[in-house]
């Protein structure tokens, strides 16, 4: 099944997404806050589009259970995730002004660009693909880590969000849509699909690294 393969190529990056310091640190409630202020302003971009591209899939398709699983993805996030993060801005005192100022981090924009290219190049079954690892992957780590629990109650309240019931149903459904559009699938579909959700698994990793360095474009060359 796509999910296994899948999932087993792209190990390395996942073990290493337990293993960073921003989620070992996370746990441990010692992650500096600036570091989670800036994922968090970088996570706003990328959930928007990661609703957007949810909808245009649902829009694209002509297979009735993916259109369903599509816009009920989208709608998920807009009403579940967004509003949690919107709660965290609050809390944090993150100002549209500050989100405005802040450029969009090199690989927040390289992880939604290759999910659109997905969309646009490929077939659906990549598409859906290469969303898969963001849910999967935040739910592992929501498990892994509400075993412990986070001291800081902020973070605590992150952690919460991803290991709950709701998180593991929308996984399992993802994974299952996933397995099923592996097997209608051509050959050159199937790697697409593979490749999709590696890329997908090595920006997940990067965008933790992306919020410890705070992350920016490189200025270039003086005259």
């Given at each position: 099944m796509f999910s296994k393969i899948a999932r087993e190529r792209a190990n390395p990056y996942w073990l290493g997404s337990f293993k960073h310091s921003f989620i070992t640190q996370l746990a441990e409630g010692t992650l500096p806050a600036d570091e989670f202020r800036y994922y968090l302003i970088q996570d706003r971009y990328y959930l928007e589009h990661f609703s957007k591209i949810h909808a245009m899939i649902a829009e694209k398709t002509d297979n009735q259970t993916v259109k369903e699983i599509m816009i009920k993805g989208a709608n998920h996030l807009e009403s579940g995730e967004v509003m949690v993060r919107t709660m965290f801005f609050k809390e944090l005192g993150i100002t549209d002004e500050e989100v405005a100022a802040t450029p969009i981090a090199p690989t927040a924009y390289h992880y939604v660009?290759?999910?659109?290219?997905?969309?646009?190049?490929?077939?659906?079954?990549?598409?859906?693909?290469?969303?898969?690892?963001?849910?999967?992957?935040?739910?592992?780590?929501?498990?892994?880590?509400?075993?412990?629990?986070?001291?800081?109650?902020?973070?605590?309240?992150?952690?919460?969000?991803?290991?709950?019931?709701?998180?593991?149903?929308?996984?399992?459904?993802?994974?299952?849509?996933?397995?099923?559009?592996?097997?209608?699938?051509?050959?050159?579909?199937?790697?697409?699909?593979?490749?999709?959700?590696?890329?997908?698994?090595?920006?997940?990793?990067?965008f933790w690294n992306m919020a410890v360095t705070k992350e920016t474009w490189p200025k270039g060359a003086n005259k």
């Open positions: 660009s290759h999910m659109y290219r997905q969309l646009a190049e490929g077939a659906v079954s990549s598409a859906v693909a290469g969303l898969l690892p963001c849910p999967w992957l935040y739910h592992e780590i929501g498990l892994r880590l509400i075993k412990t629990g986070s001291p800081n109650e902020l973070y605590q309240r992150w952690i919460e969000t991803y290991s709950g019931e709701d998180s593991a149903k929308e996984v399992l459904e993802h994974c299952e849509l996933a397995d099923q559009l592996f097997l209608t699938s051509t050959d050159i579909e199937k790697e697409q699909m593979i490749e999709a959700f590696y890329i997908s698994s090595q920006l997940e990793y990067l």
